[in-house]
């Protein structure tokens, strides 16, 4: 599918992609296979991260700081598509260093988050098609500072793990300890045996991209695609 276009109407395959289906059928360019060579198992990461502007620079650097570090470990970075926030920041910095990028916008947000048209993008028609797509797409994930839809991001697929739908990894990213109050939220979650503690393993908090690219190729367990 050539750049830019628009994706066909799908429906969401989360009970066919959950159950063990073959997930996307895109090929990677010859140059991303190369230089996948040295890392054979991740892939893809998405990213999920603040769409807000008005946040301290800080977070800003950091997102610019992982889209770098991405491109430098020929890593796609699959996210929602936008070009404000930390979402702009991580795709503006991959693409400039050479990395492959892949947003994926709903229709009704194309304006109010201006869509990043420089890289490959996709044009779905709803949230939940989204969402799908960006989880079938990635490898594992990563989740930077962000707001209630970061949140919500993270916890649904963290929720999926949690049924044994999945066992893709998840690094939680901050230089400040933004994520430390939903560890501490999850460590009293598995306190009062709600999860077990073997959950928390699939999870880790880290302060550094590089630390968080390490993380997540350690922890893989499944390569889908
Ligand atoms: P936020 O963390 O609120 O700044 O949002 C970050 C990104 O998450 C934006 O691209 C939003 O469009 C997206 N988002 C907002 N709400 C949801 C939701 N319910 N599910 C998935 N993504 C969402």
């Not at 201006?114 to 490898?139: G, L, N, Q, S």
Request: proline residues 5%; contains cysteine; charged residues 20%.
């Amino acid at each position: 599918m050539p750049y830019g276009a628009e994706h066909p109407k799908t429906e969401p395959s989360l009970t066919n992609h959950l159950a063990g289906a073959p997930g996307s059928a895109y090929l990677p360019a010859m140059d991303t296979i190369q230089k996948s060579l040295s890392n054979p198992r991740l892939r893809s990461v998405c990213v999920y991260c603040g769409a807000s502007d008005a946040v301290n620079e800080i977070y800003i650097r950091l997102a610019e700081r992982l889209g770098a570090e991405l491109a430098r470990a020929g890593i796609r970075l699959v996210y929602g598509g936008g070009g404000v926030g930390l979402m702009g920041a991580c795709a503006r910095a991959a693409h400039s260093a050479g990395g492959e990028v892949l947003g994926i916008m709903p229709r009704f947000l194309l304006a109010k988050e201006r869509i990043f048209t420089d890289v490959e993008h996709r044009i779905v028609e709803d949230m939940h098609t989204r969402k799908m797509m960006m989880f079938e797409e990635a490898d594992a994930f990563i989740v930077l500072p962000g707001g209630i839809g970061t949140l919500e991001e993270a916890v649904e697929i963290l929720s999926w793990a949690r049924l044994n739908l999945h066992a893709k990894p998840m690094a939680f990213l901050d230089e400040d300890g933004f994520w430390q109050p939903f560890f501490d939220l999850i460590e009293r979650i598995i306190a009062g045996g709600f999860i077990p503690q073997e959950f928390r393993s699939a999870m880790v908090h880290v302060t550094t991209p590089a630390d968080a690219l390490q993380a997540l190729g350690d922890r893989i367990v499944v390569l889908d695609r």
